[in-house]
Structure formats: C-alpha cells, structure tokens
C-alpha cells in the first residue's frame, strides 16, 4: 500500500507570501493529484502529473519521481486560497485508479 | 459540462435509521467513487465502479452499507442501519475509463448521526 504523507498539517500566511505545500509517498505511481477543498466539502482537481512541472495562473505543482516527491506552490497568496491541499497518487500496482489520499494541508491566508 | 451532482447535501438522522445519498456523474464518464471523508482527514474509498460492475469494494462495510449503480450512470449509496461513527462527508468522483485521468468531485453528502 502506499503511503502518503503531507506537510505541514497547518499553514498560516500573509496575503501576498509564497506558499509551498509538499507530498511524498512510498512506492511508484502512475500519476500524482493535488486537490482543493474548501470549507462546505467540495474538491476540486487542481493538478494531475507523472512528471516535470505544471502551472495554472498562481499554482505551480512539481514532481520529482526519483525521490518520490512533489510540491504545490502557490504565488502571491490571496485570503481566497484559503482551503484544504490534499495530495492523492494512483499507484503503478493495481489500477492506476485507485488512490491514495494525503490528510491535508489546511492552509489559511490572512489578509 | 455539468458537473457530478450529488444530493442531498445534507443529511440528519437517528441512529438505527436508514439513509441514501444519490450520484449523478459527468456524462461519460465510466467511473465513479464513491468516498468517505472524516474531519480532518483525507477521503477513503468506499467502493469504486468500472460502468455498472462494482470493481472494488474491499473497503465497503458491507454488513450496513449498499450500492448500486444501475444502467452504469446514477448511483446510490446506503446506510442500514446508520450508526454514530457514520457521521461523516460522502464523497461520490468520476472519471473517464481510460487510465490515469483527472478525478471530478461532488459537493459531497455531510451526514450527521445522532
């Protein structure tokens, strides 16, 4: 089974600051998520990556395969990026629809 | 596109009563999810649907909780008898049936038991 772990739990910000949100995991995987949550239960998918980079608007999320890692930044906080990240891989044993999710990072942004 | 609906958003019950949460995904999309999210905690799956044919269910509590998903589109998920510890969001995602694919979410079903 894989594990996956996030940190932190909780962040505090500025409005304005650069956020960095990190995910590791135990074993291969066919693909990594980042989700959104806000508060109210609805998720949202942010990111779905194997490799390299990607970027939308304020976020950018990296991955590092080798040391089985990936980042979730966000640029120039705003109070309305207050949510929880989660983190969710699909592993390469079994269907790659199957996933594991992170506990969250619950992250709030003053203004 | 319209996006996975799920109804109701919110549920209050006794324990021992029963109770259903309805699943309408994107069109399309062969499968669905359905999840239960603890506070403070990430989802966890509960039974995950391949169209019509229920393709894992290790997770589901199969003695209190059902599903179904007929003619592989709708889908329902239910409690009987509910207990305390089920209080909890029910998540129900979707996606298409062809590996790797980006999850879509419902609001999801808060529950609470009382």
């Known amino acids: 089974k894989n594990e996956v772990e996030q940190s932190p739990q909780n962040l505090t910000a500025q409005e304005g600051e650069f956020i960095t949100i990190n995910c590791s995991y135990s074993?291969?995987?066919?693909?990594l998520h980042w989700l959104q949550q806000h508060p109210g239960g609805g998720i949202v998918s942010l990111f779905m990556?194997?490799?390299g980079k990607k970027k939308h608007g304020r976020l950018i999320a990296t991955i590092n395969i080798q040391e089985k890692h990936s980042s979730l930044h966000i640029t120039a906080s705003h109070p309305r990026d207050s949510a929880v990240y989660i983190c969710?891989?699909?592993?390469?044993?079994?269907?790659?629809?199957?996933?594991?999710f992170g506990s969250g990072t619950q992250l709030t942004v003053l203004p | 596109e319209a996006g996975v609906v799920q109804s109701p958003r919110y549920k209050i019950i006794e324990k021992k009563q029963p109770v259903a949460f309805w699943c309408n995904p994107i069109?399309?999309?062969?499968?669905l999810y359905w999840y239960r999210q603890n506070l403070g905690q990430g989802p966890e799956l509960l039974i995950r649907?391949?169209?019509?044919?229920?393709?894992?269910d290790s997770q589901l509590p199969k003695d209190r909780f059902s599903a179904e998903r007929l003619k592989g589109v709708d889908s329902t998920l239910k409690i009987q008898p509910a207990e305390l510890g089920d209080s909890a969001v029910y998540l129900c995602?979707?996606?298409?049936?062809?590996?790797?694919?980006?999850?879509?979410f419902g609001n999801g079903t808060r529950l609470t038991v009382t």
């Open positions: 969710a891989v699909g592993s390469l044993s079994g269907s790659a629809r199957q996933l594991t």
């Open positions: 074993v291969g995987i066919s693909a």
């Open positions: 069109s399309g999309h062969n499968t």
């Open positions: 649907y391949e169209n019509e044919e229920a393709v894992d």
């Open positions: 990556l194997s490799s």
């Open positions: 995602a979707s996606s298409p049936g062809t590996g790797a694919s980006p999850l879509h």
